[in-house]
């Protein structure tokens, strides 16, 4: 196999050679199944070290392009899904003139990748710490089945038709309640129920966001928010985030500056830091906001879920009327295929979202809310909370234990008083995506860090749920990701001498038509 | 109670007093339950005919804003939800700016109103023709409660986690199924489960379209999509339907003039219309498509309710491979509260629409998605397709049979060979809204044309709902139907002449600081 390698080039020849492989896969050059050269040889026809030719590899497994059988190979692995579609039958070329438009990279935003959950294989033998929710094992299914039943026996037809088009109003006056016994004022009136917290969000950001429009994020945020944003392309304008959450100080030159239109934060264990927004900054930014105009989307996507610490009001609470639009889903606390969110809205803004919806997908299903309404009353979603409080405690607990015991020196993370998230800065500079090889062989997954990034595609961050699973897969998993994170950083530092000295010693392969610049 | 009327202006009085006593309503200063004068006094005090005073009454009835007590007058009603949420609190000025700035009408493009359905009180004695769905009774739902309990036994949690971007795979093959049996060739990996078709368009829309751009409709077309397409500031280029369906004759003028970034059209029982698209036109509609590099996007969304008549091929069956995105819904055939629909693509614009469902909503119910696959198969789909057809195109028989009866001479339509739809022109000039307050007064309601319609407000057509009711409900809903526009033509007529009389007869009430015009 000849791959064309560019020993100028500022792209490591390890990146190189994935990238290459990875059009081979793509193009059908290499189809499913088919044994990849061992690494020895390759690297020897391509005259690189073997340890370049086996990062290629172990990136492309991280992709889920190839797997390894021990002692066997390495083999192109069946496409995914999406892979197929692209390539069902015809070349680029092929298609209509409109669709090849489609293609060009000026389409999308440049970091605009499929999200990493999905682009992983899912393995049973990988402890996944890179899940967005909680543990769905805590979720009665029994008795939510039964209620089911009696929606369905009780409502009947109706329970199938549209429905209301701001939400089925039991089930609003019931998330009124629970949020008042939060210390969150709200009418039915002011709610609206979305498919999911993401529509949420994305109803709020397509009424108040033109092109070109900023917005005002944490940096790292929620990539479910990233993405919109620049699938709306509108400018990001990241405000760094410490142990007291956003550094509000910040904001008021990028209010002069940057005219945003919108600020969106997440003020109570933020996704991913873990972190929460002190009192003070929380005036604070009500403060600027007024003063400048902008309004506020809090999302307050496990605010409820704190093990110990004092709480604190969220910014809804705090805020006057109208200036803050708050978000919250049930997907975190119960089941994520329930795909049910709220808005809590004040003022005009309230009518212009329910049109937004309306034109969006007309109502959510009256069916699921008919029985999360008859599912949750305040009581209920108490006393849930109250033992998912408990056992993601404890687990936390577990996970900050682990990691002092297996991390390498030199990894830093703190100990969040609730949510889902601890965040992790590796030792040594090693980016997460250094290390997702060598997990991905260990078997254990976390969120990688540049993910949660606007722009920069490498991150020294990891994020890691502790509260999808029990202690003892914590422990293991953590104990797989210190080996991981221990041989990224023993590999970078052979990669990089490996290929300075590759740099040396390796006579360029191009022909003469191409001879390398005189001095370098 | 002074209402403040300008007799030179081009909005009739009945209207202006209407306009007035909505804004009272909304404001709070005529408060729910309080007696309005009675029409004789009112009109007396205004100086003008009673029958203005009794036009305005029974238009605000037809809003939902006022109900009248036989023998005991017309009182204001209690606020509708929306109204509600605009006006808790506080008066427009004491929102935050931004909010204020939504109120503008500038924010909306002008004609974007609140749908009637919704705006309309739901009452038991009225026999409504006006939605756009089936009859839900045929719905097997003793069955469909079965299947669900055994998709949350077997399935477990998995039913209710996020489930595939794409769409529950093994549902995706079902439909593939279906629609194959449909003549229509499709794979399960160009298929995308959207949460209803309404997000289909969304979707596709969002995708090809840019504020500006241009979109080639049958005028009429969906009310729904002419709401979506306001909200993305789309200029729409409306194609005249006839018998034949849209006159593809007229789009290529278009395409060269408008340039339009896509062409939408319901081909077959076109919604409000109810015709289907000749086979000639289907072709050439195609040619031109890819002539002048332009997607297509097809609403099937009653395409297989065919009673007679021969089936004609679908567009997405007839074009090359990629031109046309087709879209199909199971609001129309089993229950809208399932909100399943489904997108097929082919090429690479399918990738980027499962990218845009991710940002707009993560992934639609999974539960929802596994009940239906484990519901549906193809011979119970097209058994329960069967049984429909049957039942409709009696209820048809029936509405045809009774506008023939009741509606006055000069009203005309045509008999649809399948669908959900008969589309009325109303006789004399009528306009809908003019027969509006009188259905509503005889217990009857229809879709008004208007709504179906980009520009003008005012438009002598009614579409009717002819698969909902009971042929034995249809005969007495039409009966009403007939007497309301019998009204409307002779209050009409009346109304007409009063005008007239009072611009003669009753002089200006307006001050000598405001004069009217010398000349008039």
Redesign the interface.
């Known amino acids: 196999m000849r791959i064309p390698l560019d020993r100028e080039s500022a792209v490591p020849l390890y990146r190189q050679a994935q990238d290459f492989l990875r059009g081979e896969i793509h193009s059908g050059s290499l189809a499913p199944h088919t044994r990849l050269p061992a690494s020895r040889e390759l690297a020897a026809s391509l005259g690189v070290n073997r340890l370049t030719v086996m990062n290629a590899y172990a990136g492309l497994e991280a992709e889920g392009l190839v797997y390894s059988r021990q002692g066997s190979g390495t083999y192109v692995a069946d496409p995914l899904?999406?892979q197929?579609?692209?390539n069902?039958?015809?070349p680029?070329s092929?298609?209509?003139?409109?669709?090849?438009e489609?293609?060009s990279p000026s389409?999308?935003p440049a970091q605009?990748e499929?999200?990493q959950a999905?682009a992983l294989p899912a393995r049973p033998d990988v402890i996944s710490f890179a899940a967005g929710m909680g543990d769905?094992?805590l979720?009665p299914?029994e008795e939510?089945?039964r209620v089911?039943?009696e929606v369905?026996?009780a409502g009947?037809?109706e329970?199938?038709?549209?429905?209301?088009?701001?939400g089925y109003?039991p089930l609003r006056a019931t998330i009124a309640h629970i949020l008042a016994s939060q210390g969150i004022q709200a009418?039915?009136?002011?709610l609206l129920i979305?498919?999911?917290a993401?529509?949420g969000l994305?109803l709020v950001s397509r009424?108040?966001l033109?092109?070109g429009d900023a917005v005002v994020v944490e940096s790292p945020t929620y990539a479910?928010a990233i993405?919109?944003f620049r699938?709306l392309e509108v400018r990001l304008a990241g405000v760094p985030v410490d142990e007291q959450g956003m550094q509000v100080e910040r904001v008021e030159d990028l209010l002069r500056t940057a005219r945003p239109?919108l600020i969106y934060t997440i003020p109570t264990f933020q996704n991913p830091t873990g972190t929460c927004m002190s009192l003070a900054r929380r005036r604070q930014l009500i403060v600027l906001a007024?003063r400048y105009?902008?309004?506020i989307l809090e999302d307050d996507f496990v605010g409820e879920l704190r093990f110990e610490g004092q709480a604190l009001p969220s910014l809804a609470a705090l805020a006057?009327?109208?200036?803050v639009i708050y978000m919250r889903t049930f997907s975190k606390m119960l089941?994520?295929?329930?795909?049910v969110g709220c808005l809590l809205a004040?003022?005009?803004?309230?009518?212009?979202l329910?049109?937004?919806k309306?034109?969006?997908?007309?109502?959510?299903?009256?069916?699921?809310q008919r029985a999360l309404d008859a599912f949750i009353t305040v009581g209920r979603y108490q006393s849930h909370l109250r033992r998912a409080c408990k056992l993601y405690q404890h687990r936390r607990d577990a996970m900050l234990e682990a990691l002092t015991r297996y991390l390498p020196p030199g990894s830093h993370w703190r100990a969040p008083q609730g949510g889902l998230f601890i965040w992790v800065r590796l030792p040594g500079g090693l980016a997460s995506s250094e290390v997702l090889p060598y997990a991905a062989a260990e078997g254990v997954s976390f969120a990688a860090g540049s993910h949660f990034f606007a722009g920069a595609r490498s991150q020294p961050f990891l994020r890691l749920n502790f509260a999808e699973h029990a202690p003892e897969s914590i422990e293991e998993g953590i104990r797989r990701l210190g080996q991981a994170v221990k041989r990224g950083l023993a590999e970078k530092a052979k990669l990089e001498q490996a290929t300075a000295a590759e740099r040396r010693a390796v006579p360029s392969q191009r022909g003469p038509a191409a001879p390398g610049p005189l001095t370098s």
């Open positions: 899904p999406s197929v579609a692209e069902a039958g015809a680029a092929d298609w209509p003139l409109w669709q090849q489609l293609l389409w999308l605009y499929p999200d999905a769905g094992s979720f299914l939510f089945r089911l039943q369905l026996r009947g037809r329970a199938l038709g549209y429905g209301e088009r701001e109003l009418q039915p009136e002011q979305t498919s999911g993401q529509q994305a009424l108040l033109r092109p479910g993405d919109l699938s239109r007024d105009h902008v309004p006057p009327a109208g200036q089941m994520p295929g329930l795909r004040n003022g005009p803004v309230y009518d212009r329910v049109l937004c309306r034109v969006d997908d007309l109502a959510s299903s009256s069916l699921i």
